[in-house]
């Protein structure tokens, strides 16, 4: 070509970029791509060209691959280090693919800059006659080279800083080598390869590590059987699963979403952040699902050797010495440099009884040795208490999850324990592993009482041993506040017990500060009225200030209840199992005779039935107060916290709990107005292929209980989707479910079907919100609403359903809500049932004579 030719092309390139795009997804043989054309994949999800970051200068251009959305997202960049640098006009890279079946990118002068190093294809061509070779954009964003069916090479085995769905994170067993993401050098601006790495372990294959340059910066958890596979619905309704592939050749992590959802990639920022990013269709924006670290105090080593990292705390996470260790240097330690890490305050004599003390939930240490094969715990156990040097041991169950028909996975240490984080419970159940540390045999007896708690369980401990156990040990250890967070078992000979009783056991969840009856007696003034600030189901709630300034609620179940020492040991070990932050904290318990109290996180704004109803007659005064208060955002705000609260307490947390008595009530608001689930007294746990139960104790609130409980006394997770619906219809329409005059219908759903029905749903809309709502989302809170009060109980939506609905904003695949029938036929018998004057809010039990 000579130059007037190249020159005339250079111009007409610069002159109309956006005219040369061609279509279709591949580049033939012998075909280029040049400046300002693009590949998209069939389907239109990816899109690869030059791009080049908006702050460069001289402008530099990179071949990549990024989504075909209104934020334009790279995800994989080919010549990240060698950058067609624009100097004047003589640019003109373009991309290739040769008859040696690579794709090369090359520059005005035909040099190349990158090239996919591809020689497989290079035999073919002289011999047999193939097809030619072909790379092609597939939808899922991979780039691959095809040649007679085979894939030559594929992007997705060269990952630059992003994981997407269906790409791996994977090591090769044999060469111990695997891809690495490695972070852009600048977030914006530059592709090149930044300071930090993420991928699997080489050394061990059972972690993944993020480096900052050659460093261990951050660690995942060690694979154990049951955390291979993780899965959960983020809050684009995308559910993301990770798969864990484990056999003799690989071990890798994969990526992968539900059908249809929107783009959900990890990416490795330069910042030193794995991150985990939705794209949410409705504001055009990348949200981030999740960012690890979560605190420099999970960084790696930061607590030194053998400190840890309690994060159980939340916000104030920080480090803390093994138990029977103390800061190596103290004086660093105070002063917040933890890097000396902790020694030893009494050497294990080795022999004669040395004890393993169990702590569970941990992000077990780094530098272990994977004793080979085939493991049961107890053989485990023995090769660390035979063996002097060996500080601590870690055993894992993969008979369930194992594809190689492994039995158990066991981990031991010598010497120094580092890289700790103590995890605790976590919103997805069971998270890190018990680690067994040895200690001295004697060093149980000079423990404070309460420190250590000795339980030898039986598999399925009766509820009554484990709440005398805690009522004990948190009511009576006043002492133990500073090491509150090392809830201990110790297991003396470890031979008689295993793993999963110690994962099992529910007084491990328990951390309350002990607070003494008298105390509280003289800090409420002997219960006196001002410091009342409610009444709940089975007794009244107190405001409470503790001499360290905390604000505190405590409850004090009615002496005279039946129920209440039933209720109260359920409440109080439910609540200290779940953690939500849709849920209430309960912070501690205490019991003195018949006095039984609880005590909760305070709230600033209280039930939502006070803001939400009361605030009604305080706008006959004064309007815009209460619309400042529960403006549409605001409640559309609490309706899907609920929703998300209740999906954990049915499917996320570890248990299936039946809540049973939902109403708006017993939703409390924080400060910044988000929900919060209280009263567990009447929850119910059901085991795990549970459906449903019976009962002839139908408890709960008329109006919210299902109709199916109230006459069968069947309840199960849809009977807390009715309940759900009521509060959503509630919140809606400002009307009390309980009210007896609603224009002429007999009750809130009939009246809210009937609009719905006639295509006014608007008009249910509280009058006080009407200006600052959003039509769409609240048609589709009514509609969402009316499904969940249908009168079949198999008609209504699991809250899974419910949480990705509200999320998702889209009514087009809902089903029509159907007429409610039972309603219709007896509201005239629930006056009677309520003896007509008392249409309240109060629980109240139902004795159902069957
Ligand atoms: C990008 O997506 C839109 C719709 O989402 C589609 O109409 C368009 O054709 C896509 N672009 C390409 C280059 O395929
Ligand atoms: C491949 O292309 C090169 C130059 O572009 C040419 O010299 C060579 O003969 C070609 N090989 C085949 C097998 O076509
Ligand atoms: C291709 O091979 C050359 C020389 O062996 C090497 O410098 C280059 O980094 C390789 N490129 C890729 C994309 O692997
Ligand atoms: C990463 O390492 C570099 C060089 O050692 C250091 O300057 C930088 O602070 C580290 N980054 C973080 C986030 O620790
Ligand atoms: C979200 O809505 C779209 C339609 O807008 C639908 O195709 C998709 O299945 C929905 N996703 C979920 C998780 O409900
Ligand atoms: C004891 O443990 C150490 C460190 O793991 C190891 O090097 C040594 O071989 C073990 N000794 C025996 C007898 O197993
Ligand atoms: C482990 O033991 C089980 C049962 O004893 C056996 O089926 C399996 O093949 C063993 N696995 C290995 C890797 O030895």
Known sequence: MDSTASTTIVVFLLLLPRLCSSAGDKIELGEQLLLGQTRASDGGAFVLGFFSPSNSTPERQYIGIWYNITDRTVVWVANREAPAIAAGRSIAPRLALTNDSNLVLSDADGRVLWSTNVTAGVADAAGRSTSPPVAELLNNGNLVIRSNGAILWQSFDHPTDTVIPEMKVQLDKRTRRGARLVSWKDAGGDPSPGSFSYGMDPETSLQLVMWNGSRPYWRTTVWTGYLTSGQYLAATGTTIYLDVVDNDDEIYVKLRVSDGASPTRYVMTSSGEFQ??????????????????????????????????????????????????????????????????????????????????????????????????????????ARCATNCSCEAYAHADLSSS??????????????????????????????????????????????????????????????????????????????????????????????????????????????????????????????????????????????????????????????????????????????????????????????????????????????????????????????????????????????????????????????????????????????????KIADFGMAKIFGENQQKANTKRVVGTYGYIAPEYSTEGSFSVKSDVYSFGVLLLEIVSGIRISSTDIMEFPSLIVYAWSLWKEGKAKNLIDSSIAESSSLDEVQLCIHVGLLCVEDNPNSRPLMSSVVSILENGSTTFLAMPNQPAYFAQTTSEMDKMTDGSSRNTMTMTVLQGR
């Not at 055009?284 to 400190?307: A, L, M, Q, R, V």
């Not at 030893?344 to 780094?366: H, N, S, Y």
């Not at 049973?660 to 929900?675: C, T, V, Y």
Request: aromatic content about 8%; glycine content about 10%.
């Open 276 to 381: 985990l990013l939705g794209w949410d269709k409705s504001s055009s924006e990348w949200i981030t699902f999740s960012s690890f670290p979560t605190h420099h105090c999970t960084t790696y080593g930061y607590c030194g050797p053998n400190g840890y990292c309690d994060i159980t705390t939340g916000a104030a996470a920080a480090c803390k010495c093994l138990d029977g260790f103390e800061p190596a240097s103290g004086g660093e330690w105070s002063a917040s440099r933890f890097s000396e890490g902790c020694r030893r305050k009494e050497a294990p004599p080795c022999g004669g009884g040395d004890g393993f003390l169990a702590l569970p939930r941990m992000k077990v240490p780094d530098k272990f040795s994977t004793l080979v094969g085939n493991m049961t715990f107890d053989e485990c156990a």
């Open 402 to 675: 194992s594809a190689r028909g492994d039995i158990g996975r066991c981990l031991v240490w010598a010497g120094e324990l580092i890289d700790m984080v103590m995890i605790g419970q976590t919103t997805w159940g069971r998270a890190g592993e018990t680690l067994y540390l040895r200690v001295p045999a004697g060093s149980t007896s000079s423990r404070g009482r309460g420190n250590v708690v000795k339980i030898a369980v039986p598999i399925l401990a009766s509820a009554l041993v484990l709440t005398c156990i805690f009522f004990v040990y948190f009511c009576k250890s006043r002492e133990n506040r500073r090491k509150r967070e090392s809830q201990k078992t110790l297991v003396p000979g470890s031979r008689n017990t295993s793993s999963e009783l110690l994962e099992e056991n529910p007084t491990q969840d328990l951390e309350f500060p002990s607070i003494r009856f008298s105390d509280i007696v003289a800090a409420t003034d002997n219960f006196s009225k001002s410091c009342l600030i409610g009444r709940g189901g089975f007794g009244k709630v107190y405001k409470v200030t503790l001499e360290n300034g905390q604000e505190v609620a405590i409850k004090r179940l009615s002496k005279d209840s039946d129920q209440g020492i039933e209720e109260f040991k359920n409440e109080a070990i439910l609540i200290a199992k779940l953690q939500h932050r849709n849920l209430v904290r309960l912070l501690g318990c205490c019991t003195e005779g018949s006095e039984k109290l609880l005590i909760y996180e305070y709230l600033a704004n209280k039930g939502l039935d006070a803001i939400l109803f009361v605030m009604m007659m305080l706008m006959l005064f004064a309007d815009g107060a209460r619309k400042s208060l529960l403006d549409w955002p605001t409640r559309f705000g609490i309706i899907k916290g609920v929703a998300r609260g209740l999906l954990y307490l049915h499917q996320d947390s570890r248990l299936t709990v039946i809540h049973r008595d939902l109403k708006a009530s017993n939703i409390l608001l924080d400060a910044e107005m988000r929900p």
